[in-house]
């Protein structure tokens, strides 16, 4: 599976949101242990923007992490370079946000057996009340044809094209379209969860 991390995080002003605080870790760390606890087998963080400073909320987790030089251009490029960087074969890959602090191992383990008990498909997609959320998987056959065909195929692309290959599943809760893009995002998050925020980064 991999974790995009490479964006500027603009919107979230002044700091990079994957380095702020969430229960007492970064961010981005908090996430990346997540899906550590539901055993995920590979597990690609893509970095780009502070690579080295956001590289290191990643020591001694076990993970690997992988350079997008071309992170300005957009995410479906740190798609492609972690879709690229995957060694171990498999089925299916999950694609997902390094900005999800609400992200439980039970969301995963429901879109997983989602993906493996569906009928036919190429992509699965967690909704919920009607939004689209994250992670999503792709099956091997959709991510050979995203590397292959480059930046211009994106996932979004293929599930708007595709939609008779696509499985929708209703998550139970909010979790898979919780991410954090703003400082209101960020303190609303705090309050729901009663977690003191504070907007300044954490090493």
């Known amino acids: 599976m991999i974790v995009l991390a490479?964006?500027?995080?603009?919107?979230?002003?002044?700091?990079?949101?994957?380095?702020m605080p969430v229960m007492g870790?970064?961010?981005?760390?908090?996430?990346?242990?997540?899906?550590?606890?539901a055993r995920?087998?590979?597990i690609v963080v893509v970095l780009g923007h502070q690579s080295a400073e956001t590289g290191a909320l990643l020591e001694g987790l076990g993970v690997r992490a992988a350079y997008n030089g071309d992170y300005r251009s957009g995410q479906m490029t740190s798609v492609n370079c972690g879709l690229a960087t995957l060694h171990e074969p498999c089925e299916?890959?999950?694609?997902a946000l390094g900005?999800?602090?609400?992200?439980?191992?039970?969301?995963?383990?429901?879109?997983?057996?989602?993906?493996?008990?569906r009928d036919g498909g190429e992509v699965v997609v967690p909704e919920y009340?009607?939004?689209r959320g994250n992670p999503i998987i792709i099956?091997?056959?959709?991510?050979?044809?995203?590397?292959?065909?480059?930046?211009?195929?994106?996932?979004?692309?293929?599930?708007?094209?595709?939609p008779e290959l696509v499985r929708r599943v209703a998550m139970p809760d909010p979790s898979v379209v919780d991410d954090l893009d703003t400082p209101e995002?960020?303190?609303?998050?705090?309050?729901?969860?009663?977690?003191?925020?504070?907007?300044?980064?954490?090493n």
Not at 26 to 32: A, D, N, Q, Y
């Open 185 to 202: 995002d960020y303190r609303e998050f705090c309050t729901r969860h009663d977690y003191p925020a504070n907007l300044q980064k954490v």
């Open 40 to 42: 995920a087998r590979e």
């Open 99 to 117: 900005d999800q602090p609400a992200l439980k191992p039970g969301d995963i383990e429901r879109l997983a057996e989602a993906f493996f008990t």
């Open 129 to 131: 009340r009607g939004r």
């Open 25 to 37: 870790e970064p961010l981005l760390r908090h996430s990346v242990k997540t899906w550590l606890a």
């Open 6 to 19: 490479a964006g500027e995080s603009r919107r979230m002003g002044a700091g990079n949101k994957l380095h």
């Open 139 to 162: 099956s091997d056959r959709c991510r050979r044809q995203i590397t292959s065909d480059g930046y211009n195929f994106g996932c979004r692309r293929f599930i708007e094209n595709n």
């Open 92 to 95: 299916a890959v999950f694609v």
